[in-house]
């Protein structure tokens, strides 16, 4: 058994949509990347390629490439899970944490959980998603920005 952790951080941005694990969330700002900037997704990726020691998300998907320009991060995922899959690993479990002051999120998550389920090929009840805010503290308590957390255990399969 192999523990990944990952986080990530996207300011908000105007002209943007608010994209949060892959559910197009309705907001004045979205979050500002390379990619459709899904904070969430990238923390449960890059624990993910943490745990099975494939490095970060930056270095399979650079934000430096044209092909990765506004790319729909549930693609991003997908792979991963073909990466840990073809590593010999399968997925036990992910744990997550939004930290985001508005807008709320919790009418969101099970279709989140739902979208992580299905691009990893797990049972949802292997992923938890969880949200609060910063009580008004910090970059994420005065809007500026949203952080995520995400935990997995992935076990050597066979």
Known sequence: MRVGIGIDIHQFAE?????VGGVEI????GLKGHSDADVLL????DALLGAAAL???GKHFPDTSPEFKDIDSKIL???VGKLISEEGYSIENIDSMLLMERPKVAPHIMAMRANIAECLNIDIGRVAVKATTNEK????????????HAICLIEQAG
């Open 15 to 19: 002209g943007r949509k608010l994209i």
């Open 26 to 29: 309705p907001h004045s700002k």
């Open 42 to 45: 990238h923390a449960i990726s």
């Open 55 to 57: 490095g970060d998300i």
């Open 77 to 79: 995922l997908r792979h």
């Open 137 to 148: 503290l910090g970059y994420v308590g005065r809007e500026e920005g949203v952080c995520a």
